[in-house]
């Protein structure tokens, strides 16, 4: 049930992703371009995965565990700390700079080219870097 | 903007919000793509190996098969190869330091009500709207 699961919502997200315009980068960069050409699409990309999200988050507050027996996800961290803060404003530049943010980056990977594939690997270095140093100063 | 692509961004949108949903209720797990990818290459994630394999299998593969019948949208992405290197490396570096992207930050994290989740959400939008400014006014963006 759990690995369908995955399966399922994967390919969901995946199509979702596509057909949202999430992958098209030109969307994206015209929804951050706030004071040009602004492209509000992604507006309503959020709200119509907001509102889903957020009947099961209250529907999850009153269940003690998942369908499949597994706790549920912890209350959320309060902690607004500098982590947050610099790796937001880093995922806010790079996505910038070429559209792609993780999700659409990896549901495009099939039909995006050689750019997608350049920037994917970049993105998995900078994780697997990051987990690196992480390990490091630990 | 014309009305199909808010249509579309809104069933897509919905889409996403259901995925989440989904991956919630029945797995208990929380739908963030930087933290499910990043921790099946940080190596942080052995635990759940399985369901962040399939999870990433059904995101590339389901949009691969949707090909194989409708031609998808392109994805307009620049073929600058050290814009992209360096874009990548800052989404990687930078979701993995802030715990979350576009999905786990500014889907599931908002709808909880999270307040650290928002304030991520709007500092990434606002880094993005100032690099969207500083980019063309360089010429590094067309």
């Known amino acids: ?138 | 903007m014309d009305y199909s692509s808010w249509i579309y961004a809104l069933i897509g949108g919905l889409m996403i919000g259901g995925a989440g949903a989904l991956f919630l209720l029945v797995n208990g797990r929380i739908m963030g793509a930087s933290a499910i990818v990043g921790g099946l290459v940080d190596g942080t994630g052995r635990a759940n190996i399985m369901e962040r394999t399939l999870f990433i299998l059904g995101m590339i593969g389901a949009p691969a098969v949707l090909g194989m019948f409708k031609t998808l949208p392109p994805t307009n992405a620049t073929s600058n190869i050290a814009l992209l290197i360096v874009a990548g490396l800052l989404v990687g570096v930078g979701t993995r330091l802030g715990s979350g992207c576009t999905s786990g930050h500014g889907v599931c994290g908002i709808s909880r009500l999270s307040l650290r989740s928002l304030l991520s959400t709007l500092v990434y939008i606002g880094a993005g709207v100032v690099t969207i400014i500083l980019a063309r006014a360089i010429g590094v963006l067309p």
């Open chain 1, 1 to 138: 049930m759990r690995n369908f699961i995955s399966l399922l919502t994967g390919s969901l997200f995946g199509l979702g992703l596509v057909i949202s315009g999430m992958t098209d980068t030109l969307k994206v960069q015209g929804f951050l371009d706030l004071f040009g050409a602004w492209n509000p699409a992604l507006i309503f990309v959020m709200a119509g995965a907001i509102v889903p999200m957020f009947f099961a988050w209250r529907y999850a507050e009153y269940r003690n565990k998942s369908y499949v027996g597994s706790p549920l996800p912890k209350s959320p961290n309060v902690q607004m700390d500098r982590p947050l803060i610099i790796g937001a404003v880093l995922f806010g530049m790079g996505w910038a700079l070429a559209g792609f943010c993780p999700g659409p980056a990896m549901a495009s990977l099939t039909f995006g080219g050689l750019s997608g594939v350049v920037f994917l690997t970049a993105m998995l270095t900078g994780m697997v870097g990051f987990g690196a140093y992480k390990r490091m100063c630990a």
